[in-house]
C-alpha cells in the first residue's frame, strides 16, 4: 500500500472517530457540540481537531449528511424489499422504517427535524441527502400514478400560486407526476415527520400507549389522502 493511500485511510478512520465522540456528545447534551470537548474525549489538543473540521459547523455538516443518509438508506432499503406493485405495502414499509430508524437513533434525529441550531445554516451539501426519504415517498406515488393504480385529485383544489410552487418541485424530483398528487404527497410527508417528532419528543406521553397501532392507522389514512389502492 503506497503512502498516499496509507494517510488516506488514517484520515478516514479519524474522522470517522471524531463524529462517533460527536454522536456521543450529541445524545447527551444535543446539538451544542464543542470541538475542545471532542478532542478532549479523543485525547487529542483541539489543534488537531481542527485538522479535520476546522469549525464546529463542519463538524455538523457531516453529521447532518450522515443522519440523512442513513435514514435514506433505511426507507430505500424497506422500498426495495417491497413488491414494486405493492403499493401500500411499500408505503407502511417506508413510514415504518423512517420511524424505526429514529427510535432507534433520537439524537441523530433531532438534529436534522427538531430545532434549528442557534447559529448554524446548513450548506448546500445537506440538500440532496435530506431529499432522499421524500424522493422514495414520491416514488411510489409516480409509480400508482403511471400504472393507472392512483388517481390524481382534480387540479382545481390548488391555488395558481401553489401550483406553480409544485411545478417547479416536480420538474425536480418526480416530472410528469399531477401537482395536486405531489400536494397530497407532501402533506403525507410531514404528516410522517410530525408523527415521528411527537413520538420522538414525548408529544404523546400520558395519552397514547399503543404507538404501534396508532402509527400504522395514521400511516393508513395518509394512504387514503395519496388515493393508494
Known amino acids: 500500500m503506497t503512502a498516499p493511500s496509507i494517510r488516506a485511510r488514517v484520515r478516514a478512520e479519524m474522522i470517522d472517530e471524531i463524529k462517533a465522540i460527536a454522536r456521543q456528545h450529541l445524545a447527551a447534551d444535543g446539538a451544542n457540540l464543542s470541538l475542545r470537548a471532542v478532542a ?10 481542527y485538522r479535520y473540521f476546522p469549525s ?3 463538524l455538523l455538516t457531516a453529521l ?12 430505500e432499503a424497506a422500498d ?9 405495502g411499500r408505503w407502511h414499509g417506508v413510514f415504518r422504517a423512517a420511524r424505526r430508524w429514529a427510535l432507534d437513533n433520537p439524537a441523530e434525529y433531532a438534529l436534522i427535524y427538531g430545532s434549528p441550531v442557534p447559529g448554524y445554516a446548513a450548506p448546500r451539501d445537506t440538500v440532496e441527502p435530506a431529499q432522499r426519504p421524500p424522493v422514495v415517498l414520491v416514488g411510489i406515488l409516480r409509480d400508482g400514478f403511471t400504472s393507472g393504480q392512483v388517481t390524481p385529485p382534480p387540479a382545481d383544489e390548488l391555488s395558481d400560486p401553489v401550483r406553480a410552487d409544485l411545478a ?3 420538474d425536480l424530483i418526480a416530472p410528469g407526476l399531477p401537482e395536486a398528487l405531489l400536494a397530497r404527497g407532501m402533506a403525507a410527508w410531514t404528516q ?3 408523527l415521528i417528532s ?3 419528543f414525548g408529544r404523546l406521553n400520558n395519552g397514547l400507549d399503543h404507538r404501534d397501532e396508532y402509527f400504522d392507522h395514521q400511516t393508513r389514512l395518509m394512504a387514503d389522502l395519496v388515493g393508494l389502492p
Open 192 to 194: 410522517l415527520f410530525g
Open 56 to 58: 464546529r459547523d463542519e
Open 40 to 49: 478532549r474525549d479523543l485525547g487529542m489538543v483541539s489543534s488537531a481537531v
Open 168 to 170: 417547479a418541485i416536480s
Open 198 to 200: 411527537f413520538e420522538i
Open 80 to 88: 426495495a424489499g417491497t413488491t414494486p406493485d405493492d403499493l401500500r
Open 64 to 75: 447532518i449528511i450522515d443522519a440523512y443518509d442513513a435514514l435514506g438508506a433505511a426507507v
